[in-house]
């Protein structure tokens, strides 16, 4: 018996670790519009595959707050822009920059590179990548991610780093993601961009991963099955 336990309990560990190190993305199936959510076990966010038109920062920010999806029958409405780490404009190409290429610290960043395995036109050393090899190139369980030219996705977050960027002491600028280049800049919040909405969470509420919550049932079982025996037999 204690071999037994010894064997199943190494497979929970194993299976565990290798499902929590493979599953970064998982599409816990469409809304009542036929919109999927796919939840980020890296960041703990849901993201709402759906692209919203095109319009301002302060349209896009009271679309995602306004919003409200229906999933398996309960509706959640607790939405908001992807977020970004706010600071001054310095770019670079390394990662460690608030704007340019291989920025991984905003969520949608974090998606386009570390998720999906994308690259930016240019890479950490600020060499052009190639024809090609840029871009929205794997989207994953995504099929609403716009990639076009000279556009790009809000950020919730403003631009409250630089007090050139301020009138009447509110902030004019906010943060966005290009995912044609994967490029991240700030620019004036009257223009219009696309927009994504995530939920901080897993929205289906299921415990990850699976395969080890399986596993454990059965050596849950399994132990009790062996208690009810020696009792039986006492």
Not at 12 to 28: E, N, Y
Not at 123 to 139: F, I
Request: charge should be negative; hydrophobic fraction near 45%; aromatic fraction near 14%.
């Amino acid at each position: 018996m204690k071999n037994i336990v010894i064997v199943l309990l190494a497979l929970v560990m194993v299976f565990g670790v290798s499902a929590l190190a493979h599953a970064a993305l998982i599409d816990r199936g469409a809304d009542s519009l036929g919109n999927h959510l796919i939840y980020d076990t890296d960041l703990n966010i849901t993201w709402y595959d759906y692209t919203n038109a095109m319009n301002t920062w302060q349209n896009q920010l009271n679309w995602a707050n306004a919003l409200t999806v229906d999933f398996n029958g309960t509706t959640y409405d607790a939405w908001r822009l992807p977020s970004t780490v706010d600071g001054l404009q310095v770019s670079g190409y390394d990662g460690s920059t608030t704007i340019g290429f291989n920025i991984t610290t905003s969520e949608m960043g974090h998606l386009f590179y570390a998720e999906l395995g994308n690259k930016g036109q240019w890479d950490t050393a600020g060499v052009y990548v190639g024809d090609g090899a840029w871009g929205l190139l794997n989207t994953g369980p995504f099929v609403n991610l716009q990639s076009v030219l000279f556009t790009a996705y809000w950020s919730a977050t403003e631009y409250a780093a630089d007090p050139q960027y301020y009138f009447n002491g509110s902030p004019t600028g906010a943060w966005l993601f290009e995912f044609y280049t994967g490029n991240q800049q700030v620019t004036a919040k009257d223009r219009s961009f696309f927009a994504l909405a995530v939920f901080d969470g897993d929205i289906a509420n299921l415990p990850e991963p699976g395969t080890a919550l399986f596993l454990g049932m059965g050596l849950a079982g399994l132990i009790a099955g062996r208690r009810m025996l020696d009792q039986r037999q006492g």
